[in-house]
Structures are given as C-alpha cells and as structure tokens.
C-alpha cells in the first residue's frame, strides 16, 4: 500500500519559514516526479513545485514562489522537501505531496499525479 506523508506544517508569522516534508512508503519514488501542490480555502488545488527524477533532477516552480521555495528530494530515503522562505499570508493554504509515476518531467497539471499525501495545514499570518 503506498503511502505520502506530510510533515512540518503549522503557523507562522509573515516573513518566516517552514519546511515541509513528505515521506514514501510501500514503493520506491527513484524514478517518479515528486511535486508540491497546495489549495486554499474557495479555490482550486495548484501546482507549487515539482523535481524531477533524472540524473540533473530538475525543478520548477509556480511563479508566485519562485525564489522564496525550494524543492528537493532523497532517493535513498524515498522523500522529498519544499523549504520556504520569506513566506506571505497568500502562502496560506493545505500542502500536498504528490507523485507521477508516469513522466521524466515535472507537470502542473495535478491529473497526471497518480499518488497524494493527506496533506499538511500551512498557517502564514500578517
């Protein structure tokens, strides 16, 4: 059975940091991208970061958090990080971990995601 587990969220002041976690188990994630999603309250789930798996391990990111986040990921343990930097009150929202098992490349669209975390309460006050 596999399963994503988020870990890290919680409340923060403007400004601040968090760093997110999520942890694989039941089947290795070596080969699969590994991405960050996040919904807030009235609005649709989107995208946030992804990391590819190929040996230069791309990343990308959503515009509205690029140079505050940061992406990575530890095949050897079967997890993956977002660190978050400088966070903004519209940074408030649930975080998903996700996984596509079926692509090299990172993408946005959360349909070619096959597995998804519980996801994990990200609290950013002004």
């Known amino acids: 059975q596999v399963q994503l587990v988020e870990s890290g969220g919680g409340l923060v002041q403007a400004g601040g940091s968090l760093r997110l976690s999520c942890a694989a188990s039941?089947?290795?994630?070596?080969?699969?991208?590994m991405a960050w999603f996040r919904q807030a309250p009235g609005k649709e789930r989107e995208f946030v970061a992804g990391?590819?798996?190929?040996?230069?391990?791309?990343?990308y990111y959503a515009e509205s958090v690029k140079g505050r986040f940061t992406i990575s990921r530890d095949n050897a343990k079967n997890t993956a990080s977002l660190q978050m930097n400088s966070l903004k009150p519209e940074d408030t929202a649930v975080y998903y971990c996700?996984?596509?098992?079926?692509?090299?490349?990172?993408?946005?669209?959360?349909?070619?995601?096959?597995?998804w975390g519980q996801g994990t309460q990200v609290t950013v006050s002004s």
């Open positions: 996700a996984v596509d098992t079926g692509r090299s490349f990172v993408s946005a669209g959360k349909r070619n995601y096959d597995y």
């Open positions: 039941g089947r290795t994630f070596s080969r699969s991208v």
């Open positions: 990391i590819s798996w190929t040996t230069s391990s791309m990343t």
